[in-house]
Nanobody, 133 residues
């Protein structure tokens, strides 16, 4: 079974940082694209960032580019999302998700992240991030 578990959320002040972790199991990491997406109350889910399991190709939503960094430790099958300079509009439940796309193409990873990541085949429970002003 594909399993993902997100952790690391919390309550922070504007400008502070958090690091989310997504621990995974049950699948061959290199064959998948791993995504972070978020959903704020009353809003549609939004793809935040993605990484390809094989070569680590990354993609970011425009709203977080330059502030968030996605990375992976393939040996630990864990994906991280370092979030710096947090803003109130980053407040949401953050989910990690995975789907089987064997690709390292930036174009494909970016499109998957923007258009499909909330519908990826597998997702973990979310972790709440609240940024207070």
């Amino acid at each position: 079974d594909v399993q993902l578990q997100a952790s690391g959320g919390g309550l922070v002040q504007v400008g502070e940082s958090l690091r989310l972790s997504c621990t995974t199991s049950g699948f061959f990491f290199d064959d998948y694209v791993i995504a972070w997406f978020r959903q704020a109350p009353g809003k549609d889910p939004e793809g935040v960032s993605c990484i390809s399991g094989d070569e680590g190709t990354t993609s970011y939503a425009g709203s977080v580019k330059g502030r968030f960094t996605i990375s992976s430790d393939n040996a630990k099958k864990t994906v991280y999302l370092q979030m710096n300079n947090l803003k109130p509009e980053d407040t949401a439940v953050y989910y990690c998700a995975a789907d089987r796309y064997y690709t390292s193409s930036y174009y494909m990873v970016h499109n998957l992240c923007n258009s499909r990541s909330p519908q990826f085949a597998s997702r973990g429970q979310g972790t709440q991030v609240t940024v207070s002003s």
